[in-house]
Each structure stands twice: as structure tokens, then as C-alpha cells.
């Protein structure tokens, strides 16, 4: 079936710099979902892409279905950053979202 | 804005018992999810329901019964608990044509004793 690969599985960043984590998807996939999960264990939405990027703060996200990937980019990131971070995406043929595995981001002084 | 409200957010139960927790969502959304997520693993559809008293299994289906009483409401049935089912349940949300975004619940955590 569908699927979403996310990489890295963990990451760890000093305070002030940044990275970017990848999900790739084995076939062509009809939007992107990036979330956070939070101290409770809910997930925060962070963007939603049909296409093209979004920006918002220190986080910025771009969606390809045509090369079957997307990214989350962080910069400058802080110590509030910490925390597993899932993509998700939604197939043209089922329409459910399909989950990555996660990354857990460690942001270090 | 709305707002998706899962209870409990912490259920105890005994090997063997039958469990239920429950959904609500006041977006108006037609579909509704109901996932599972184990510590260090993404997260695993259960059941989801496009619409009132509609019901498609997930990929995890086996040993769960769902239910979609109404609109705003879905719950989810643990047909009967075992110890390896210890997991937050999510609960989550979004509009009928399904390109929308999800929309989550703070999360039910499962403990089988």
C-alpha cells in the first residue's frame, strides 16, 4: 500500500540553528500535513500543503507530489522546539491520511 | 474555531474487559478518525467514519468496534483489553471531501492492568 517515509527517525540541534526533516511517499499523494505532538501527547497542527510552501515563524514547509516528497524546515530553533514532529499524508485513492513514523527533535543549549 | 473533546483522557482497565472511549467534535465535520499510537511509532488508523452511522475500518481494526451515533460524536470500543494495548487513542476530525486538514483531540491513554 501507501506509504510515507520519514527521516531523520531523531535529531538533535544546538540552540540557534536549524535543520530540515523529509518525508518521502511512495506514490503521488493529494496534500501534506505536518504536526507537533505536545506534552500531553495531542498532535499541534502545524501546516497543511496541497502544494507549493508555507511559512510560518521559524518553520517553513514545502510540498512536491510530483517528486513524491515534502520538508519541514526549522531555523534558529529553541529549546521550546523539542519534540516529535509527524508528517502525514492523504492518498488520492483511500483518502486517509497515511502517517510518518516521526522525528524526535532534541534542541540542545 | 472548534474544538474535539475525547473522554476519558486516562482509562484503566483489566485484561479481558470491554472499554470504550468517546468523541466529540463541534466543527461540523463529516469524517472522523480514530488512531492509535504506541511510544516511538507513528500513528495506526483504527476506524474512520464518513458520516453518520457510516463506518470503514482502518488498518487496525481487529479487536476494536467503533460507532458513529451521530454527527458530532464517534466512539471507539476495546472489544476486550489486553496488556499489550497500552496506547494513546487519538481522536481527530475533517471536513467531508477529505483534503482537508485533520484536526485532533488532546488524546486517551489506555493502561491495561
Known amino acids: 500500500g501507501d506509504q510515507v517515509e520519514q527521516s531523520p527517525s531523531a535529531l538533535s540541534l544546538h540552540e540557534g540553528t536549524g535543520s530540515a526533516l523529509r518525508c518521502n511517499f511512495t506514490?503521488?499523494?493529494?496534500?501534506v500535513q505536518w504536526f507537533r505532538k505536545n506534552s500531553r501527547g495531542s498532535l499541534i497542527n502545524l501546516f497543511y500543503l496541497a502544494s507549493g510552501t508555507k511559512e510560518n515563524g521559524r518553520l517553513k514547509s514545502a510540498f512536491d507530489s510530483k517528486e513524491r516528497y515534502s520538508t519541514l524546515h526549522i531555523r534558529d530553533a529553541q529549546l521550546e522546539d523539542s519534540g516529535t514532529y509527524f508528517c502525514?499524508?492523504?492518498?488520492?485513492?483511500?483518502?486517509?491520511?497515511?502517517f510518518g513514523q516521526g522525528t524526535k527533535l532534541s534542541i540542545k543549549p | 474555531g472548534g474544538i474535539i473533546t475525547q473522554t476519558p483522557k486516562f482509562l484503566i482497565g483489566q485484561e479481558g474487559q470491554k472499554l470504550t472511549l468517546k468523541c466529540q467534535q463541534n466543527f461540523n465535520h463529516d469524517t472522523m478518525y480514530w488512531y492509535r499510537q504506541d511510544s516511538g511509532k507513528g500513528l495506526r488508523l483504527i476506524y474512520y467514519s464518513i458520516t453518520e452511522n457510516d463506518l470503514q475500518k482502518g488498518d487496525l481494526s481487529e479487536g476494536y468496534d467503533a460507532s458513529r451515533e451521530k454527527k458530532s460524536s464517534f466512539s471507539l470500543t476495546v472489544t476486550s483489553a489486553q496488556k499489550n494495548e497500552m496506547a494513546v487513542f487519538l481522536c481527530?476530525?475533517?471536513?467531508?471531501?477529505?483534503?482537508?486538514?485533520?484536526?485532533f483531540g488532546e488524546g486517551s491513554k489506555l493502561t491495561v492492568l
Open positions: 506514490t503521488t499523494m493529494r496534500a
Open positions: 481527530a476530525s475533517a471536513r467531508q471531501d477529505n483534503t482537508g486538514q485533520l484536526y
Open positions: 502525514a499524508a492523504r492518498g488520492y485513492n483511500q483518502g486517509k491520511l497515511i
